[in-house]
Every structure is written in C-alpha cells, then in structure tokens.
C-alpha cells in the first residue's frame, strides 16, 4: 500500500488506532505489492509442457484404421483434455495449486508409456487399449492448462506477467517442434530396418519405431516433474484462500531474498477472514454482468479460435504435397520410409514457419501492446485470411504456382493464430478473475476451447468429404471465417489487463478485504 493510501486511511480513522483487521488487511496488500513489483517472476518459469506427443496410432495388422478407429484415436485426448481442464481447474482452487501441480504430470507420464507399451488380446485390441490410455493422458494434458496459467501469474511481477504467462504457453510449440525432430532421428535410425521389412502389409520394425516415439515423450516429464513437486504453493493462494497472511507473508520474504522457502509445521495458524469460495459465492460473483462478461468473452473466444486452429490442420495435406513432402510416389518399403519421412520434415516445417514465430511475437510485444488489442488484430486478420482461403480455395489450389499462394496464407494464419488469439486466450484467464475462482474460470475457458476442437476434429473431419474427396473444405475454412468474426465481438467483452494487479483485474474492492 502506498504511503498516500495509508496517511488518508489513517486521517479517515481519525487517529485511531487501527484494528487488527484493518493491520493484516494492510499486511496482505503490501506483500502482494512485493510479488507485483519483483525485479523478476519467481519460480514460475518451468516448461508448460516437456514434450508433445505425436498423435499417431501403431499399425493395425498392416492395414489402415477404419472410420471408427481413427476418430476415437484422434478424439480420446482432446475428451479427456476437457474433463481434466475442468477438474483439475476446480481442484486447484480447492486443494491448492502446489498441491495439484505435479499430479497431472504423473498421469501423463504413467498415461504416455502406457502407450508405449500396449498390446491386444483376445477381449480387447490395441486400438481400444490405445484410446482408454490417451483419454487419461489428456486428462493430464487438461489439468497442465489451469495449473501452469494460474502460478505463472500469480508468481509473476505486474510489468512481465504477460511474457511469463506466454513464455510458459510457448513451450508447447517447442515441443511440437521437438516431438518432430526426434521422430525424424529415428526414422532416419530405422531407415536400413524399414526398407529390409518383408512387405508394406507387415511393416514390422515401424512398430518399434512408433512405441519408442512415445515412449520417449516420458523423458523430458520425468525430467519436468522435479520442479513442480519442489515449488512452492502461490502466496496468492495461501492468503485468499487458506487465509493465512502471516506464511504467505513470510513465504515471499524468502523467496525473494533467498529463493527457498520453509513451512514451519509448528507454527500458529491465524485464519483471517476474507471471502470463501461457495456455489452461491460464485453465482453472485459471475452474476454481475461485469464479472460473468468476462468468463463468457474468454470461453467463446477460446471456443472459436480453436475450431480453426485444431481444423486448420484438416489442409496440412495440401500444404505438404505443395512444398513437396506429401505422399510419396514410390512403391513397396521405399514408400514406408518415405511417407515417414515426409510427415517429419513436413512438421518440421510447419512448426518453424507459423507456429514457433508467432508465439515469440507475442512473448515480445504482449506488455507493451496488451493483450486486448493483440487478440482482436489477430482475430481480424484470421477473418480476412479465412475469407480468402475458403472462396479462393479453388483457384488456390489449381495449380502448382497457386499452391505456394496457398503455403504462405496457411503459414500466415498459422502465424496469427499464435500471435493473436492462441496466446492471449491462455493468458487473459489466468489473469482477469479473483484468487479464489481464478484456475476454475480458467478451466472452463481452456475446456470451451477443447470443446471447439473435438467440433473440427470430429465435426468438419466428417464433413470435409462431402461430394467428394475434400471437397467440402473450402465451404470448412468460410465457416472458419465467420468463427473468426464472432471472437472479434467476443474479445470486446474482455478486459484490457496489461500493467494491473491481479487484484485490481478481479473487479473486487481491496482495502478491507481481510475483515477479521
């Protein structure tokens, strides 16, 4: 609290002396402004996530996946992804987030070599092994969302909270990335193995290649896993909601000035009384047009943005036959080797082109331009390019000259997307709503957003064939178009959080927030 506040709080008291309420009140205000004025964002800046898994399936016997198959493949994880953003969001303003962070990560360690390991029997095959194993891992995928937002900000200073928050969300194109180039390395390992297998139908070594993938993906969260075990809980959360000021007051003193921290078991616990989470407390806050706005501008906008993000990836085909790593014209094993190799280097390309860039244009100019009008550019612009991709789709793809046209849009809304609405709808849920809702609202922002990604996956993924072979994907990207023009509406609902307190975002009055 600054000086002014407290000379004119103290002048209102006529010279009285102040209550205890009142001196613990002044006591959580002046700590939090500690943490918001940190020379730097403490503890917070852990991958979001070590690795992504490459979503694909093991062989089937040598032939394809049918219909079925393939959409519960696909789908299991972006299900579960929902159900553990909105669990572990819940659960984290329950328990605590120290508490939580680190159990989503062991269900998708435990979940990934699962994977890796399964087989079929005569009750069951692998496909449905596989899809209740990747359910649970995106359940762990899920709880990720909530967690890392939530205590990146709430460990974050005010003027670096948005490059901290987009600095952890940026991890995950890092690890697109990553997942990429280690399956290129061991397709290029494999290649003698591949090309000696007995046939195409019995590709046998590409079921080591496709386990040991996967398998893999364990590594970097074992390595993850340390540090969210051993980082401490957020004073935000000590204070709001377990309401003991004194351990949240003593737990940014030495973090600040020693970087540990110490819970002393003995020691007095002193509840303060502040506002507790109850349902009818959340109906009365969210009730309030200028509280329940900004959830429903957050959810929407993550629900639009992601059915073109996740559906975008429905012309990754064309866009890789363009620069000439689609099917290969090959025959026999050469084909196998080559058709995995293409899929690598094609995600490669892909993931440097749009998906990387765009992130660190946002890392760089989110505290200096906000978030507010980043979202809206990037959702203009996405409706701009849709427009042209969906009703040029024929002309774009008719010839091989007009296929790069095609390249550069697809790369550019790549590039929006993740400097524009993929960044600032993970980071302006973790920011705009009070400690006690703060990780259930943005659980049920992110799972809005998964919801609009099992619709591309499993709704335009269905529709694409209508009348032929992709032939309805270019009536797909206009519908695009107009979810882009619904999340320029949705964003004007949001508020503009760059250079506040997470206090001052929440719409709740701060002094005398500690009433006892």
């Known amino acids: 609290m600054s000086n002014h506040e407290r000379d004119s709080r103290e002048g209102s008291d006529g010279g009285e002396k ?12 002046a700590a939090l402004q500690e943490i918001d004025d940190a020379p730097f964002g403490y503890n917070s800046y852990r991958s979001r996530r070590k690795a992504e898994k490459i979503s694909s399936g093991p062989p089937n016997s040598g032939k394809a996946l049918n219909k079925n198959q393939d ?28 508490r939580m962070y680190g159990i989503e990560l062991m269900i998708i360690i435990i979940a990934t070599f699962a994977q ?40 974050a200073a005010t003027r670096i909270r948005g490059r901290m928050m987009v600095g952890v969300f940026s991890s995950q194109g890092w690890g697109n990335f990553a997942a990429a180039l280690v399956a290129l390395i061991i397709v290029a390992a494999y290649k003698n193995s591949v090309l000696n297998d007995p046939s195409i139908e019995n590709p046998a070594h590409v079921d080591e290649m496709w386990r040991i993938l996967i398998g893999l993906g364990c590594v970097p969260g074992c390595i993850g896993l340390y540090f ?19 351990q949240a007051t003593d737990d940014i003193k030495n973090v600040l000035t020693t970087g540990s921290f110490h819970i002393d078991p003995d020691a007095p616990i002193h ?87 765009g992130y660190y244009f946002s890392f760089f100019l989110i505290d200096s331009w906000g978030r507010k009008p ?20 024929d002309k774009l793809t008719a010839t091989s000259a007009a296929k790069k046209g095609f390249v550069v849009l697809y790369c550019f809304a790549n590039f929006f997307q993740n400097f524009g609405p993929n960044s600032t709808t993970f980071v302006v849920p973790g920011e705009a709503f009070p400690t006690r809702y703060r ?64 206090e001052e975002i929440s719409n709740e009055r701060q002094e005398g927030f500690i009433r006892g």
């Not at 102040?18 to 205000?29: E, F, G, H, L, V």
């Not at 095959?125 to 990747?134: A, K, P, Q």
């Not at 969210?228 to 004194?246: A, G, K």
């Open 116 to 155: 890796a390991v399964s087989g079929g029997g005569h009750a069951v095959g692998i496909i449905g092994v596989l899809i209740v194993w990747r359910f649970l891992m995106g359940i762990g995928i899920g709880g990720d969302y909530p967690l890392s937002a939530v205590i990146s900000s709430e460990f």
């Open 71 to 98: 959409l519960g493949v696909k789908v299991a994880t972006p299900i579960g992804t929902l159900v553990g953003q909105l669990l572990f969001g819940w659960l984290a303003d329950i328990v605590g987030r120290k």
């Open 271 to 357: 509840r303060v009384n502040a506002p507790k989470a109850s349902w009818a407390d959340f109906c009365a806050y969210f009730g309030q047009w200028k509280n329940g706005k900004v959830l429903l501008g957050a959810a929407w906008s993550w629900f639009a943005l992601d059915i073109a993000f996740y559906g975008l990836g429905l012309n990754s085909s064309i866009v890789l036959q363009a620069i000439g790593f689609g099917t290969p014209l090959t025959h026999g094993t050469q084909s196998v080797y080559d058709n995995l190799k293409n899929i690598c280097v094609g995600n490669l390309i892909l993931s440097a082109g749009g998906l990387i860039p």
């Open 439 to 502: 990780s259930t609202a943005h659980g049920i922002a992110a799972a809005s957003g998964k919801l609009g990604a099992v619709v591309a996956q499993v709704g335009f993924a269905q529709m694409k064939d209508i009348g032929g072979s992709n032939k309805f994907v270019k009536h797909i990207l206009e519908i695009f178009a107009l979810f882009m023009l619904t999340g320029i509406f949705s964003t004007l609902l949001i508020p503009e959080t760059k250079g506040l307190s997470l």
């Open 374 to 393: 980043i979202q809206l550019m990037g959702f203009i612009i996405l409706t701009i390019l849709f427009i042209v991709l969906g009703f040029g789709f």
């Open 18 to 29: 102040p209550t205890a309420a009142y001196t613990i009140d002044s006591r959580r205000r």
């Open 228 to 246: 969210r075990l051993t980082i401490p809980e957020t004073p935000r959360f000590t204070m709001d909601i377990e309401r003991n000021v004194q």
